[in-house]
């Protein structure tokens, strides 16, 4: 291997150290913090609308969580102390009709949806928020006061 090759490849390794520090970083800010490979679920377990839940991961350079495996969704409910507590899930149809991609335009590649849902006699708004046992339900309500979950 020639210096070259070497010293990138220092270069690369330094890169990443140097990014997971910062999710490390970012992570302890929040009280509630759960690692699933490299992702990290964050919240400091505050309520609020779909809209402000966009928002306050927004400006923390974040994004509304959204489960893409079977695991990531059961860390999520770790986050519910009671039955009936819910949180937004960074998927509604605002973006595309019928709930089949999030936000982004990415189409989804994991879903949980509860029995009979997502409901397609929502149209014209509705969001998504995930169940206390897992599962998947649309609301019309986005104005719902929900936990607020971001992913790192």
Same mark, same amino acid.
């Given at each position: ?60 350079? #974040?994004? #509304? ?10 860390? #999520? ?30 189409? #989804? ?44």
């Amino acid at each position: 291997m020639c210096g070259r090759d070497v010293f990138g490849a220092i270069a690369q390794d330094v890169d990443t150290l140097m990014k997971t520090t910062a999710k490390f970083e970012l992570a302890a800010n929040f009280d509630f913090t759960r690692r699933v490979g490299q992702k990290y679920f964050v919240s400091n377990k505050l309520r609020g609308s779909f809209q402000e839940a966009v928002e306050f991961c927004s400006q923390q350079g #974040l994004e #509304l969580a959204l489960p893409h495996k079977d695991q990531e969704n059961r860390i #999520l409910t770790q986050l519910f102390g009671d039955v009936d507590n819910v949180a937004w899930i960074n998927v509604n149809n605002r973006a595309v009709a019928n709930f089949q991609s999030d936000m982004k335009n990415q189409r #989804l590649t994991f879903t949980n949806w509860e029995g009979g849902q997502p409901d397609e006699s929502i149209q014209d708004t509705g969001c998504t928020t995930l169940l206390h046992n897992g599962y998947w339900r649309v609301t019309r309500d986005c104005s719902l006061n929900a936990y607020i979950i971001c992913q790192i």
